[in-house]
RNA sequence: UCCCCGAUAGCUCAAUUGGUAGAGCGAGCGGCUGUUAACCGCUAGGUUGCAGGUUCGAGUCCUGCUCGGGGAGCCA
């Protein structure tokens, strides 16, 4: 009873201390100070970072909505607020009352003058501190490093992506059908997909919603699913997720150049509403804007066999030994230089902050290095691969980088030879060795972020091919009911969202657009 | 499934041909400053991933294993 009584009348005076803040000042979040100047103002977060010194200590606060500098100065505040200002430990949530000044000297452009702190809470040694971290030791620690920088900066991208797609989708006269997870079919390649328990009987989850959003498309015209997808895939790459995010719309009364289309606008729409949102972002992480201005339409299109062509011809090869040259080149360039600096770093008389900063650049030069001569060490495989490629296999992803990167846009690649694709793909009524579909090709190396094509309305054609895939027809029996009641031309395509935001913030792993990436051996947290 | 690379303090990394494991950050204390990953001084911090082997002596060489990174295949 006293205890229950005691916790009662704690939270009642913290409640008490809360709308004494409130009764003092409105809260508000950073991204709004500027509507504050010259109010008395409090903000609600966590500290990021603090630099004390004896006369002023300086808060960098965090809300989530960006960052703000608390100057608290000793001479001008009560004791116990430079006191709790001194104590507060990195990640502490803290309220922070103030006057809201503009400053260019502060991070965000603005700062507080603080007049009252409330620590909310005390955190002892936050692991992640804005030191350097290897990726291993962040993703150990994502939940935390969440609300770094970095990975704050990825999500709103994310997340103007995803409000992007939709709204592209929404304001164009797609329907919103969501497809099942749980699918009963192997479908197209069993041993991609990963398995589950359905009350004793054998399921898999899904991998592409693709099959039952054409159902819809004969329902509503215009549709599309977004959600997670499954693929259970052995790939150790940095383009590969064993669960993301995809978005597919599918349309009646479509042939390929119709879908095309909608692709290009699509991927130009959402380039276009990042680069308008997002340009501080973008630049917070090293990527250069210009890459996103040059996205323009139309995209370029290759068929598979012009593709083939440039993987064979002079182009390819060029390209790949002026790679190399470079690459070498700054290989070269880094042996001299790592060494030059870590004899500089070690020489008596070097002032200790000088130090770090050399021990710190021969640190990423090192990594530049290492990347550099692993790449240098593929480069003459890829030669291979593309010089010796044989027509009628799938594009590889070296084959992909080739051709993305002799491109400055978008890439489409159309008209793919039947065998490397899946059995729904209409068959080209000018050459039965292709189907009428694309793959999308991001610049750079970032690989196929839409698979696309006119799906096979003709029964007799669709039955012949999934004959030619061993495929059992049983299951697909509803599949095949679209072709007997009322079949028009149709088609769609998917795009991997973690791979598009991956390419638009110029990221080297595809890991880093997730909040919890699910790789192979990797599930914590 | 195959090929290559790696694992040293809480974190990021050093350690010459095999010869007494170090620095910075972080933590604690003190100083100083409109500071910008602040800075300066002091203190604490280790079974070098695991199991064997070679050797007078192994972080370093050899074998196996575990975990991680990159690439091929496959894919968004």
Redesign the pocket.
Known sequence: MVIQWLIMKRSWIECYQIDMVDMMSTTVTISKLNEHVGETVTLAGWLY?S????????L?VRDGTGLC?G?V?KEEVEPEVFADAVHL??ESSVRVTGLV?A?E???GGY?L?VTGLEPVHSAV???I???????????KHRHLWLRSRRPTAIMKIRHTVIDAVRRFFNDNGFVLVDTPIFAPSAG??AQ?LFSVDYFGEPMYLAQ?GQLYLESAAMAYGKVYCFGPTF?A??????????E?W?VEPEIAYADLDDVMAVAEDFVYTIAQRVLAEHRADLEFLGQDVAVLERIRKPFYRLTYSQAVDILHGPQARELLEKDLAEKNARIEELKQSIPAK?QERDRPGV??????QL??E??TE??EL?DLQ??V??IP??ME?AAGFEWG?????????IISRLHDRPVFVTHYPRG?KAFYMKQDPHDSRLVKNF??LAPDGY?????GSQREDDLDVLLERMAEEGLATEPYEWYLDLRRYGSVPHGGF???I??TVAWLCGL????ETIAYPR????VYP
């Not at 002032?351 to 770090?356: A, G, L, S």
Request: glycine letters at 10%; charged letters at 35%.
């Open positions: 970072n630099r004390i010194g004896s006369k002023v200590a300086f960098i500098q100057v100065t430990t990195q000044h400053d000297r502060a991070v700062e003058h040694e936050y692991p501190t804005l030191k350097a971290h290897g990726h291993d030791f962040l993703f197209e390649g991609t592409t693929r895939e052995k790939s150790k790459t940095r383009r590969h997720l064993t993301f995809m870590e002032k200790k902050y000088r130090q770090e021990a710190a021969v640190i090192r990594e290492a692993e790449q060490k593929n495989t890829h691969l296999k799938d594009l590889g992803g070296s084959d992909e980088t490397c793959d999308l690989g196929e972020i839409i698979g998917g795009l991997g973690e791979r080297r792993h595809i890991r790789l192979m051996g990797k």
